[in-house]
């Protein structure tokens, strides 16, 4: 199968710190997506890049899609309590159904 | 808003009952697809439907079978539930079909929380 590897696994930082997260893959792909799972919910969507090495915000969060389509990151500035969750990359190709997720960045925010 | 929801958030059921798990989404979409999520792995993907009565095996299909016999409704089934089944069951929708390809996001419902014993 397809080699994703999302890092880190997990992280504790304090409140009002800038956090940075990302995800790397074997193959080259056509879409990086980043979705926020709160705790006992479904994951959803932040933010969605469709073009190699598009910069994409959504409010505090900013993401890249890598120039060599093989990578994304996520970063989130001055990271707030309701930032806790778990964070998940994935990735599509136009090819066919290839449709994966990272394992996840698991963020906790102390006040 | 998209809104995909899930019959149960929580469910306990006993090694070799046999289990269904419900998703309907009220948007028309043309997928659906079924998750599992356990600690350390993300989310892996069980089955996909692309059309109705249509399916297609996902990365770990074993044990598991679906049913779509309406596009609004997606049903998971464990024919006969192990303790290796306990897990988060996730479903979710997106829009476009699979002859545009498979860039479009996915939509999520809650969650179920499987629990066997």
């Known amino acids: 199968g397809q080699q994703l590897n999302q890092s880190p696994q997990s992280m504790f930082i304090q409140e009002g710190e800038d956090v940075s997260m990302n995800c790397t893959s074997s193959?080259?792909?056509?879409?990086w997506l980043w979705y926020k799972q709160d705790p006992g919910e479904g994951p959803v969507l932040l933010i969605a890049l469709y073009k190699a090495g598009e910069l994409t915000s959504n409010g505090r969060l900013t993401a890249q899609f890598g120039i060599t389509r093989k990578d994304s990151f996520l970063n989130i500035s001055a990271s707030i309590p309701s930032d806790v969750g778990i964070y998940f990359c994935a990735f599509t190709s136009n090819t066919g159904n290839q449709f994966y997720f990272g394992t996840g960045t698991s963020l906790t925010v102390i006040p | 808003d998209v809104k995909v929801t899930q019959s149960s958030r929580y469910l306990v059921k006993r090694t070799g009952e046999k289990v269904f798990l419900e998703c309907v989404q009220d948007m028309d979409h043309e997928n659906m697809f079924w998750y599992r999520q356990d600690p350390g792995l993300g989310l892996r993907l069980i089955y996909f439907?692309?059309?109705?009565?249509?399916?297609e095996k996902g990365d770990i299909p074993e044990g598991y079978s679906v049913s779509r016999e309406k596009k609004e409704r997606f049903s998971l089934i464990l024919e006969s539930a192990s303790t290796n089944q306990t897990s988060m069951y996730l479903c979710?929708?997106?829009?476009?079909?699979?002859?545009?390809?498979?860039?479009?996001?996915?939509?999520f419902g809650p969650g179920t929380r499987l629990t066997v014993l």
């Open positions: 979710a929708s997106s829009l476009l079909g699979l002859a545009v390809g498979w860039t479009d996001t996915q939509y």
């Open positions: 193959s080259i792909f056509n879409t």
């Open positions: 439907s692309y059309d109705v009565k249509m399916k």
